[in-house]
């Protein structure tokens, strides 16, 4: 039986108000494409994504053979003048050194003990619906998460408004140490920081017009920073731009709180599992996005 292509199983749900493109985030992560076009979340969907967290796998650099030089004032071609007992039928060292030869081995190079293995972790991705019809559907789904995406529409400032009553709800039900990153979507239609951008219009004067952007990123900064979210990032599920860096800062805070011991990898409330903990790894294959009610059933740990 082939061993689990992952280490650990988090549960991850994305959550903020309709329209702001979760569903277009997940997709893009779980299946690398956007789609222009997709039909209302009703309830929730399911998508998954193993990504790798910690240090890379890289080999120790090899050791030096050469021995340490702790007598290089002594090995000079002049060294002779310093030392009476050396005659001149006596090849030293430096000599053996400036014929080309290499320097003797005082000792064996100990072996270093082999890095450890990059780590993986299954991303178990929960879309869940932002119409207040479903709420009290999709809020069952917050239990057992260690991390969320908390999105909104960088131009529609009503989204960014409403993001305070979805955390709200998430830490009234989800675990305390749960993972929060502040997601602002659809950074293709806005400009970097700007609420108002400028042009050269046609008579040459510089004409003042305003921009699809009605959230800065000071403001949600700022928002992220008061409210103990992770960070804040700009996100393009069109253009695909820091879609993946989202969701693996999320992945890497997790990992490194499954390193500090914080999860009971036994406990499915945790929102963390480890490959002993059932599953056996399911391999590499994508799951795409359904909307099946059979595989919408339960809301616990992955």
């Known amino acids: 039986m082939s061993s689990a292509p992952w280490d ?64 290089s004032n002594n090995t000079s071609p002049s060294a002779d003048t310093t030392d009476n007992s050396t005659t ?12 080309g030869l290499p320097p003797p081995r005082l000792a064996h190079p100990q072996p270093r003990d082999p ?7 299954k991303l178990s991705l929960w879309d869940t619906a932002g119409q207040e019809t479903y709420k009290s559907v999709t809020r ?38 749960i993972v929060v990153v502040l997601v602002g979507n659809k950074s293709d239609l806005a400009s970097p920081d700007a609420t108002v951008t400028t042009r050269v219009g046609a008579n040459g004067q510089v004409v003042e017009e305003s921009n699809k952007r009605e959230v800065t ?9 008061r409210n103990g979210v992770l960070e804040y990032v700009e996100t393009s ?11 693996l ?26 490959p002993s903990a059932g599953g056996g790894g399911g391999g590499n294959r994508p799951v795409r996005l359904s909307s099946d009610p059979k595989q919408k059933m339960g809301g616990g740990c992955c």
């Open 217 to 225: 990123r000071h403001e949600a900064e700022e928002w992220a920073r």
């Open 88 to 99: 001149k039928d006596e090849p030293s060292s430096s000599a053996n050194t400036s014929q």
């Open 115 to 121: 890095p450890p293995p990059q780590k993986h972790m």
């Open 8 to 71: 650990y199983i988090a549960k991850l749900v994305c959550i903020g108000d309709s329209g702001c493109g979760k569903s277009s985030l997940t997709i893009r992560l779980c299946e690398g494409r956007f789609a222009a076009h997709h039909d209302v979340t009703i309830g929730v969907e399911f998508g998954s994504r193993i990504v790798p967290v910690g240090p890379p796998h890289s080999g120790p650099a090899p050791p030096s053979l050469a021995p340490p030089d702790n007598n």
């Open 249 to 274: 800062r999320v992945a890497e805070r997790i990992f490194q709180n499954i390193q500090a011991g914080r999860y009971d990898l036994n406990d499915r409330r945790s929102g963390v599992k480890g």
């Open 237 to 247: 599920a069109k253009s695909g731009e820091n879609v993946e860096m989202a969701f």
């Open 140 to 177: 069952s789904y917050f239990r057992g998460a260690s991390g969320a995406l908390l999105v909104f529409d960088l131009t529609r400032k009503a989204t960014f408004q409403h993001v305070t009553d979805w955390l709200n709800d998430l830490r009234q039900i989800a675990e305390p140490d």
